[in-house]
Every structure is written in structure tokens, then in C-alpha cells.
């Protein structure tokens, strides 16, 4: 049983990972990639490129990480393989930002948001969408702290928007049409609660809006007003 096989060397290359043996996770998760496409798997061999690139980013080898996530991303964007599109992107936005790379950390990061926000647009229930919401915030918080750390509040308040199934704003703004599926979700959470839209439409001059990002290990305040938007940083969330 090859595929069997993979899975067990796959997990022999998780627990190494988890364990800091970064020669022995690397030579499982090779062995393992070896043997799932001798299968067919592209799932799995896709996830395989991806585990390689986290050892290789625990080692300090963002470079070479960044070339085994294109690897991941290019057998899961031939296969259609949306999670781990997204996986891959988010992947490299982390390590693109690491290596300093911030246009092609952000460009990742949304790459990696569209890919989610499409999955969760397809579910046509709330409870499904919410579900699925909630195993798939890491790449939100993560594009947010980026922004907000270089100092792009508007952004990361646009992020912070889009990271929520139900949002105190978007409840401002009036319920979400509950027959609206794939696109038109999709294309809700790009732009309906933007910097500007909360200043026009739901401030004045002695109002203020504060949210609040609760993740680890930083979490951090927005605020907005019609002068502007800030940003603070808080206590992680535990």
C-alpha cells in the first residue's frame, strides 16, 4: 500500500517537525512526497511540497521554503485544489514578509483571501460558512498584522472586515442577503465596509468606531473616525 506508505512517512516527517529534527522530517517528508505520487495524489503531494517548505523555513531557509511552496501551489492550481492554493499562498505571504518582500507578501495574502472567501462563498448555509470561517482566520491576521505593523490601518481594517462571518459593522449596515452564493459574497467582502464607507456612512464628527483584533501573539485596536484611522498594538489574547 504506496499510498499508505506516504501517509506513514508523512507522518513520521510531522512529528520530527514537531520535535525541532528538521534532518529527519526533511528526508520523511521527501520519502513521503516520493511514494504519494507514485499514487496520484495531488492533494497530498501538494501538501507534501508545503511540509517540505515549512522545515526549510524552520531552518532559516526562507529561499528555498518560497521555492517549495511555488512547487505546492503549482500541483494544487493544476488540480484546482483551492485549500491548498490558499495554504501555499498564505505560506509564502508569511515568508515573503519574513525575507522583507512586502509587495509579494501582500500580493500572497490576497491571493490566499480570495481563495477562501471563494470556498466559503460556495456554502450556502450560515452555519457551514461560519464553520468553515472559523479554521481559516491565521491568513487574515496575519495580512492585518503586516499591514498594520507598516502602518496601513485602512487596509488592515478592510482585512479585519473580511476575516468575519458576522461583523458589528456589516449588522450596521443591514442584514446579508441569505440567497447570496459564490461571486456576489465574495465581492460583498472585498468591498462593502472599507475606511471611507464607515466615514461616510456611519460617523460624524463626534463618533467613533473601535475594533478590536484579538489574536496571538499580538492583537491589536482600530479605530476610526472622519479625521482618519489608527491603529494600536494589545496583549495577545491569552
Not at 478592510?158 to 462571518?165: D, L
Request: charged fraction near 25%.
Amino acid at each position: 500500500d504506496l499510498h499508505g506508505l506516504g501517509i506513514s512517512w508523512n507522518n513520521l516527517g510531522y512529528c520530527s517537525f514537531r520535535d525541532g529534527d528538521w534532518n529527519t522530517a526533511e528526508a520523511a517528508y521527501a520519502r513521503a512526497i516520493e511514494l504519494i505520487q507514485s499514487t496520484g495524489d495531488d492533494a497530498m503531494e501538494s501538501r507534501g511540497w508545503l511540509n517540505l517548505a515549512l522545515v526549510r523555513e524552520g531552518r532559516g531557509d526562507n529561499s528555498g521554503a518560497l521555492s517549495l511552496c511555488e512547487r505546492a501551489k503549482g500541483v494544487a492550481e493544476a488540480t484546482g485544489d483551492r485549500v491548498n492554493q490558499e495554504r501555499s499562498n498564505a505560506a509564502m505571504g508569511r515568508i515573503s514578509a519574513a525575507l522583507r518582500q512586502f509587495a509579494r507578501a501582500e500580493a500572497h495574502y490576497e491571493e490566499a483571501l480570495r481563495c477562501i472567501e471563494a470556498t466559503r462563498g460556495e456554502l450556502r448555509l450560515d452555519e457551514m460558512r461560519d464553520s468553515y470561517f472559523a479554521v481559516a482566520q491565521d491568513p487574515f491576521v496575519d495580512y492585518l498584522s503586516l499591514l498594520a505593523e507598516r502602518g496601513n490601518a485602512d487596509r488592515a481594517i478592510s482585512v479585519a472586515e473580511r476575516a468575519k462571518a458576522q461583523t458589528f459593522l456589516r449588522l450596521l449596515g443591514g442584514p446579508r442577503d441569505p440567497n447570496a452564493v459564490g461571486g456576489q459574497d465574495t465581492e460583498e467582502f472585498e468591498t462593502a465596509w472599507d475606511v471611507g464607507r464607515i466615514q461616510s456612512e456611519l460617523l460624524d464628527a463626534s463618533t467613533a468606531i473601535l475594533e478590536y483584533v484579538l489574536a496571538e501573539p499580538q492583537s491589536y485596536l482600530f479605530v476610526v473616525t472622519n479625521e482618519g484611522s489608527w491603529s494600536s498594538r494589545l496583549p495577545g489574547s491569552t
